[in-house]
T-cell receptor, first 113, second 110 residues
Framework: KQEVTQIPAALSVPEGENLVLNCSFTDSAIYNLQWFRQDPGKGLTSLLL?????REQTSGRLNASLDKSSGRSTLYIAASQPGDSATYLCAVKFNQAGTALIFGKGTTLSVSS | DAGVTQSPTHLIKTRGQQVTLRCSPKSGHDTVSWYQQALGQGPQFIFQYYEEEERQRGNFPDRFSGHQFPNYSSELNVNALLLGDSALYLCASSFGGQAFFGPGTRLTVL
């Protein structure tokens, strides 16, 4: 069964700190991996998409890496700001799961000023 | 481009009733997926529509059904509502493997 796990479930940091969010998945045969941001009670905003053949993607202060062999991805946020406070979700499209995205439960980030 | 839109924003129903949620995909996207997100959980895949056909279905009962129209918009129907159906229902459209989500419909079943 394909599963996605995100650790930690919650994280609190002071403004300006660099931080790493972790995502692990049970099957290395993936099509792609996507990181999303979700504000309370809102929909999902796509942050970064990493295709199976890629090792990392960058957008502004965000950098996502992918290591299929170990079943891990990390989302690095540089110089965190209070506006980064949200829940970050990792979603994997497994080859054996068709077109469905399999989500982790997310990491809730709180950045204090 | 308005992005993915969903209606209504919020909905309150009682047990046993039926509900219809609506979704319009991003311009140029022909594939629509529906997800259910319970409080504190990640979204769970319900089903996906492509070319007006259900292409894939997740582990949800037959009470959950859908439809896609020729303009690619989609509906999610849930019959015989249960308290456990209370959740945020998210619609996503996709292109090139990347999914874009709408703001969701918050369904409360009393």
């Amino acid at each position: 069964k394909q599963e996605v796990t995100q650790i930690p479930a919650a994280l609190s940091v002071p403004e300006g700190e660099n931080l790493v969010l972790n995502c692990s998945f049970t099957d290395s045969a993936i099509y792609n991996l996507q990181w999303f941001r979700q504000d309370p009670g809102k929909g999902l905003t796509s942050l970064l998409l990493i295709q199976s053949s890629q090792r990392e993607q960058t957008s502004g202060r965000l950098n996502a890496s992918l290591d299929k062999s170990s079943g891990r991805s990390t989302l690095y946020i540089a110089a965190s700001q209070p506006g980064d406070s949200a829940t970050y979700l990792c979603a994997v499209k497994f080859n054996q799961a068709g077109t469905a995205l399999i989500f982790g439960k997310g990491t809730t980030l709180s950045v204090s000023s | 481009d308005a992005g993915v839109t969903q209606s209504p924003t919020h909905l309150i129903k009682t047990r046993g009733q039926q509900v219809t949620l609506r979704c319009s995909p991003k311009s140029g996207h022909d594939t629509v997926s529906w997800y259910q997100q319970a409080l504190g959980q990640g979204p769970q895949f319900i089903f996906q529509y492509y070319e007006e056909e259900e292409r894939q279905r997740g582990n949800f009962p037959d009470r959950f059904s859908g439809h896609q129209f020729p303009n690619y918009s989609s509906e999610l129907n849930v019959n015989a509502l249960l308290l456990g159906d209370s959740a945020l229902y998210l619609c996503a459209s996709s292109f090139g493997g990347q999914a874009f989500f709408g703001p969701g419909t918050r369904l409360t079943v009393l």
